[in-house]
């Protein structure tokens, strides 16, 4: 546990000599706060707590252990983002008892009413998470897939029963996140 923690503050010095939209003191800070917590306590837009735990490279939310997690990691203004989220919607919607899908913004200080209307203009109908935590749990969620913290969006990564099985970065397919979705549920 201790070699991952030093790998994972490495990895984070690094990625901050190559970014130039964090400072170093703040990759430290974040890495501080991720090696301080390995749970994440997330709030969505309707008020739902969400209790989300990092074990190594393993990602579990309570309540949801033995289920498809996916994670959208989005901007409101992202044009691939918007386009996405329907799609979302419809699968969260259509393995409703098997997939979670968990919406997590980059953007700071976006209040509910702004999420709100997001999810309603592109049909977000899925829990959209709005807490402080939000970029320090996207960071941690794109450099546990080997990914710099400047990662495109949406980045969309699916774990099974806490587990990484894949992820986009950038615009795809919705068929191809469909088809993953089957893979992973072994239909």
Not at 48 to 77: C, L, M, Q, S
Not at 163 to 170: I, L
Request: proline residues 4%.
């Amino acid at each position: 546990m201790f070699k991952n923690i030093l790998l994972l503050l490495s990895l984070l010095l690094l990625f901050s000599a190559c970014s130039d939209t964090q400072d170093n003191e703040q990759i430290v800070e974040e890495a501080n706060s991720m090696v301080a917590s390995n749970v994440f306590m997330m709030r969505d837009i309707q008020g739902k707590e969400y209790e989300i735990t990092k074990i190594a490279d393993e990602y579990t939310v309570k309540g949801y252990e033995n289920r498809v997690v996916i994670y959208d990691i989005f901007a409101t203004w992202c044009p691939p983002c918007r386009a996405i989220a329907p799609y979302l919607a419809k699968f969260a919607k259509e393995f409703k008892d098997d997939v979670l899908v968990l919406g997590i913004t980059i953007e700071e200080g976006k209040s509910n009413g702004d999420l709100m209307e997001y999810a309603d203009a592109h049909d977000a109908h899925y829990p959209i998470l709005n807490s402080a935590q939000n970029r320090t749990l996207a960071n941690a969620l794109a450099s546990s897939v080997h990914i710099g913290s400047g990662f495109p969006i949406p980045l969309i990564i699916i774990y099974k029963n806490g587990r990484y099985f894949t992820h986009y970065a950038g615009a795809v397919p919705p068929e191809m996140i469909h088809a993953d979705i089957k893979k992973a549920l072994g239909k």
